[in-house]
């Protein structure tokens, strides 16, 4: 089982950084795919960016170039670093991993963080 906590959500005006980070615990000693997804108000949820045990990275085409996926192995955290906010960037970002070596795919991730939430002014 793994615990997902993420934090670094805020108010920002369009054109600004932001970086979101998740904290993990649990069983952590896996080889586990982990990423962002995020959702609006009224909308499905989508995946932002995965990134893989290898250091493998997927971003969907909205965010490429404006968004970096990147991790901390020593403090067990996973970062969204999020340059040149737009406005349909507004939402909540959830933290999320699942037990498998590589990250081809948007489905089947087995844990969720609570949510952080990114608001982009215009």
């Known amino acids: 089982q793994v615990q997902l906590v993420e934090s670094g959500g805020d108010s920002v005006q369009v054109g600004g950084s932001l970086r979101l980070s998740c904290a993990a615990s649990?069983?952590?000693?896996?080889?586990?795919?982990m990423g962002w997804f995020r959702q609006n108000t009224g909308n499905e949820r989508e995946g932002v960016a995965t990134?893989?045990?290898?250091?493998?990275?997927m971003y969907r085409d909205s965010v490429k170039g404006r968004f970096r996926i990147a991790r901390d192995d020593r403090k067990n955290t996973l970062y969204l670093h999020m340059n040149t906010l737009k406005p349909e960037d507004t939402a909540i970002y959830y933290c999320?991993?699942?037990?498998?070596?590589?990250?081809?795919?948007?489905?089947?991730?087995?844990?969720w963080g609570q949510g952080t939430e990114v608001i982009v002014s215009s």
């Open positions: 649990g069983d952590t000693r896996t080889s586990l795919c």
């Open positions: 999320v991993a699942v037990a498998r070596p590589y990250c081809y795919t948007w489905s089947s991730f087995d844990y």
């Open positions: 990134l893989s045990p290898t250091g493998g990275e």
